[in-house]
């Protein structure tokens, strides 16, 4: 998440590279459906709708342990990790969550959902009429979408984004440093991403924009035309034409350098920002 990232192959196999502190760039053998990355733990949908998560925040000494890596039985058709949480969709739409429940980013609102997404203190959720719904950390007014009707969303830390029915990219929260997050770049996208203090989209031809903090170079994306893409704290990856990966931004730990190898699906996620800021 924060300094890792994972990918599914054409197989369905994961590979991950950067940090593995607690294992969370050790993923288990067996073929998955998707994939997702918090800051120190990962998990993935197996054939048969199982959640599995690894990454044992307790390993490198962090008081991090909350349970995020600790799915609850079940069939899930989707599912995203958040900082010290992670939330899945059941079979019905349902969002169930396990982990850290600080801020109440573990007590979903009933009703069901067609896609959901963990940020770091907060989760938001798309219903069928494509409502935006938020529960969790409120304190940079993260949880509290704008009525109207997106088509996706992401959750970052202290901002959540959307895209409109005409692709134009909407975002709400932001703290005082989040460098603009609310005033995203114009025009449309096919998909959006946002993790620590940016956020990244991706147009019609495949061309990624990104807006917010770019301290080390994650918001400076590559001329490259990508099929999607995926925002970590301060590095993104996306995969091209031919399933490969492309990383920029912080290479401190080797998240931003994969291996060779041909892609469907990616998770630079984990969405941390200084742990002492307020939520």
């Known amino acids: 998440g924060s300094s890792h990232t994972c990918a599914l192959d054409t197989e369905g196999h994961i590979t991950c590279w950067g940090s593995n502190s607690a294992g969370q760039s050790s993923p288990p053998e067996g073929v998955f459906t998707s994939i997702t990355t918090g800051i120190v ?3 993935a949908i197996d054939e048969e709708g199982h959640a599995v998560c690894w990454g044992n925040p307790s390993l490198n000494g962090s008081s991090s342990e909350h349970g995020q890596s600790s799915p609850p039985s079940g069939s899930f058709t989707a599912i995203t990790a958040g900082s010290l949480h992670t939330c899945a969709l059941d079979q019905q739409g349902n969002a169930v969550c ?13 009703g069901t959902f067609t896609s959901i997404s963990a940020g770091s203190f907060h989760t938001c959720a798309l219903t069928a009429e494509g409502q935006a719904v938020c529960w ?55 998909e959006i991403t946002a993790s620590g203090g940016h956020a990244c989209a991706l147009d019609a031809q495949g061309q990624a924009l990104c807006w917010g903090d770019d301290f080390d170079g994650q ?17 993104n990856c996306g995969l091209n034409a031919e399933g490969q ?7 401190s730990k080797g998240q931003s350098s994969p291996p060779k190898g041909t892609f469907i699906a990616l998770s630079a996620g984990g969405t941390p920002i200084p742990p002492d800021a307020a939520h």
């Not at 396990?98 to 009933?110: A, I, K, N, T, V």
Request: charge should be negative.
């Open 219 to 235: 918001c400076s994306p590559p001329d490259v035309a990508f099929t999607t893409i995926a925002a970590g704290d301060r590095h």
């Open 245 to 251: 990966a492309i990383c920029w931004g912080d290479d």
């Open 136 to 190: 969790g950390a409120n304190g940079f007014g993260q949880s509290a979408p704008p009525i109207g009707q997106f088509t996706m969303l992401t959750a970052a830390f202290g901002h959540t984004c959307a895209l409109g029915p005409e692709g134009e990219a909407i975002c709400w929260g932001g703290c005082e440093d989040s460098f603009a997050l609310s005033v995203p770049a114009k025009g449309s996208f096919v």
């Open 98 to 110: 396990w982990g850290s429940h600080e801020y109440g980013q573990c007590s979903p609102p009933p």
């Open 41 to 43: 733990h990962s998990c």
